[in-house]
């Protein structure tokens, strides 16, 4: 999951060099709401490992 926001990031980046802001400005958004969606699932999953006792691999 977090290597789709790295590949929309660098399309957002990409096309706002090249000047297609809308395609920019979408990538961007997607890419916010994917690494957010990531974050949340992380805690998510690193609460239920603490609630069942396991140490979480790093």
């Known amino acids: ?3 789709w926001t ?3 990031l660098v399309v957002a980046v990409i096309a706002g060099l090249l000047g297609f802001t ?3 400005g979408a990538a961007a958004g997607i890419a916010k709401i ?3 969606l990531f974050i949340v699932l992380l805690v998510i999953s ?3 490992n603490a609630f069942k006792g396991k140490s979480p691999r790093l």
């Open 34 to 36: 994917i690494f957010f």
């Open 22 to 24: 809308g395609i920019a």
């Open 46 to 48: 690193l609460l239920i």
């Open 6 to 8: 790295l590949v929309f």
């Open 1 to 3: 999951m977090l290597g």
